[in-house]
C-alpha cells in the first residue's frame, strides 16, 4: 500500500516527536518551507508555530535553515533563548543536491558549539533533512 505525499509528512512529524499542546517556536520561515510538514506539525499539536519574533517559553523550537543564512553555531545558541529547559530543537536543512544545504559535518561541528548534541537525524520532508538537538545536560 502506497502513501501519498501529505501521508508521508505527517509521519515525518509523528517522528519529530511532537504530540498534542507541544508548545513550538518556528525560526527561518520563507516561502521554500515544506507547507505539508507544517500542516502537519499544527494538526498533531492542535496550533500553529509561534513566529519567531514571540518571547515566550517553548517545548520546542523548530528552525529552517539553509546555507546562506548566518552563523548556524549562533542561531542555535539564539533558538535556545527561548526554550525551556529539557527542550528540543528541530533543525531542518536542505537534503542533499538541493540548493541551501548544509553539510553534516558542518552540523555536527556547530551543535556543540553552541551547546548541544545531535541525537537523530530524519527525512523530515521530501526536500528537508531533520537534526533533532538536545542540550548536553539532556543528552538521550
Same mark, same amino acid.
Given at each position: 500500500?502506497?502513501?501519498?505525499?501529505? $501521508?508521508?509528512?505527517?509521519?515525518?512529524?509523528?517522528?519529530?516527536?511532537?504530540?498534542?499542546?507541544?508548545?513550538?517556536? $518556528?525560526?527561518?520561515?520563507?516561502?521554500?518551507?515544506? @507547507?505539508? #510538514?507544517?500542516?502537519?506539525?499544527?494538526?498533531?499539536?492542535?496550533? $500553529?508555530?509561534?513566529?519567531?519574533?514571540?518571547?515566550?517559553? @517553548?517545548?520546542?523550537?523548530?528552525? *529552517?535553515?539553509?546555507?546562506?543564512?548566518?552563523?548556524?553555531?549562533?542561531?542555535?545558541?539564539?533558538?535556545?533563548?527561548? #526554550?525551556?529547559?529539557?527542550?528540543?530543537?528541530?533543525? #531542518?536543512?536542505?537534503?542533499?543536491?538541493?540548493?541551501?544545504?548544509? $553539510?553534516?559535518?558542518?552540523?555536527?561541528?556547530?551543535?556543540?558549539?553552541?551547546?548541544?548534541?545531535?541525537?537523530?537525524?530524519?527525512?523530515?520532508?521530501?526536500? *528537508?533533512?531533520? @537534526?533533532? #538537538?538536545?542540550?548536553?545536560?539532556?543528552?538521550?
Amino acid at each position: 500500500m502506497s502513501t501519498t505525499p501529505s $501521508e508521508r509528512t505527517l509521519h515525518s512529524s509523528d517522528a519529530l516527536g511532537f504530540t498534542s499542546g507541544t508548545y513550538i517556536q $518556528e525560526i527561518g520561515y520563507d516561502d521554500d518551507v515544506d @507547507f505539508d #510538514l507544517r500542516d502537519a506539525i499544527a494538526a498533531v499539536t492542535g496550533e $500553529e508555530m509561534a513566529d519567531d519574533d514571540v518571547d515566550d517559553v @517553548f517545548d520546542a523550537v523548530v528552525m *529552517w535553515w539553509r546555507s546562506d543564512d548566518p552563523d548556524l553555531a549562533d542561531a542555535i545558541v539564539d533558538a535556545q533563548s527561548t #526554550l525551556k529547559e529539557g527542550g528540543i530543537v528541530w533543525l #531542518l536543512t536542505p537534503k542533499a543536491g538541493r540548493p541551501g544545504h548544509i $553539510e553534516t559535518a558542518d552540523i555536527s561541528q556547530a551543535a556543540p558549539t553552541a551547546g548541544m548534541h545531535v541525537t537523530r537525524t530524519v527525512s523530515a520532508a521530501p526536500d *528537508w533533512a531533520g @537534526f533533532r #538537538l538536545v542540550g548536553k545536560k539532556n543528552y538521550s
